[in-house]
């Protein structure tokens, strides 16, 4: 298993920010995890994470995957985890900048939807997780409409479910559609299949989720891509 990969599901159990047992997700679907990325809500503990963001986001560069000079944190989660990422990033010897936007556009000021950067260039979409793709949609076309190019979607964990409801799944994942409509990768700091290899590891915390390995594999067949 990856190493990043391991220490950040490790980190993510430790934070209290994932979880085994059962959950209903937004989609109306009973999960057997959960994933809540708004409890990383200490300073150190979103230090942390932006670590694995950056780091994350490097090593795609270093593979060729995505080539990058700035990033974007759609509003809400998104702002807090950009600007965060772009420290990290900062730290790791990549001084990049980044931008955001409003949900509703400011009359007075400096006025508009944007804030922070112009946005130029190849962007980096930074988010939690990627569910039905909608801030994804709005986000792609903020930066399109500012001339810049939308160059990838940088997400905490991607859940490789397929959209719509159980009587008529999509035959692809959130992510993957994002690739098919966009033409840009999603990046993902651990996915589901990381979280199976993390319940069959030798990690002091596995074997209180074996358990739960059923369950994982049972969803997985239901609703994986």
């Known amino acids: 298993m990856d190493p990043l990969r391991r220490q950040f599901i490790e980190f993510a159990l430790d934070s209290g920010v994932l979880k085994f ?3 209903v997700t937004k989609a109306g679907r009973r999960s057997p995890y959960f994933f809540n990325a708004g409890l990383f809500n200490r300073g150190t503990t979103l230090a942390r994470l932006a670590r694995f963001y950056g780091q994350t986001l490097l090593t795609a560069e270093r593979q060729g995957r995505v080539r990058f000079d700035m990033l974007f944190g759609p509003a809400y989660k998104g702002i807090t985890l950009a ?11 990549r ?11 400011k ?3 400096e006025g508009g939807i944007l804030v922070g950067a112009p946005l130029a260039g190849r962007v980096v979409i930074v988010d939690d997780v990627i569910s039905a793709g909608t801030s994804v949609a709005e986000s792609v076309a903020l930066i399109r409409q500012a001339g810049a190019t939308p160059a990838a979607v940088l997400v905490a964990l991607d859940r490789c479910e397929r959209a719509g409801c159980d009587t008529a799944l999509s035959e692809y994942s959130a992510a993957q559609e994002v690739t098919r409509r966009y033409g840009i990768p999603v990046l993902a700091i651990a996915d589901l299949d990381d ?11 596995a074997a209180a989720l074996r358990p739960h390995r ?12």
């Open 21 to 23: 047992g059962q959950f």
């Open 83 to 93: 600007a965060a990422t772009a420290i990290a990033l900062a730290e790791l010897g």
């Open 95 to 105: 001084d990049v900048d980044f931008a955001y936007n409003r949900k509703e556009a």
């Open 107 to 109: 009359d007075h000021g």
């Open 195 to 205: 979280l199976m290899a993390f319940v069959d590891s030798d990690a002091p915390q």
């Open 214 to 225: 059923d369950a994982l594999l049972a969803y997985r067949a239901r609703y994986g891509a």
